[in-house]
């Protein structure tokens, strides 16, 4: 996702893997200025090069933030 400050409508964010405006179905899960800084995983892999990664996300309300 990328977003943009435009100080006459707010935040303005884009999803590029989808191609569309970001919407309430989206769940952010990191914030960064880089993948470095917003990576979901880090780590160093090793051994063969079989893989499963399983997510689970778990969605709460709460209140909004300004």
Same mark, same amino acid.
């Given at each position: 996702? @990328? @977003?943009?400050?435009?100080?006459?409508?707010?935040?303005?964010?884009?999803?590029?893997?989808? /191609?569309?405006?970001?919407?309430?179905?989206?769940?952010?899960?990191?914030?960064?200025?880089?993948?470095?800084?917003? /990576?979901?995983?880090?780590?160093?892999?090793?051994?063969? @090069?079989?893989?499963?990664?399983?997510?689970?996300?778990?969605?709460?309300?709460?209140?909004?933030?300004?």
């Amino acid at each position: 996702r @990328a @977003a943009v400050w435009l100080p006459e409508t707010g935040w303005l964010a884009h999803d590029p893997s989808s /191609a569309e405006r970001v919407s309430l179905s989206h769940v952010r899960v990191a914030i960064g200025l880089d993948y470095t800084e917003a /990576a979901p995983i880090r780590g160093v892999r090793k051994g063969g @090069a079989e893989e499963h990664l399983d997510v689970r996300v778990q969605i709460q309300a709460t209140q909004h933030q300004q």
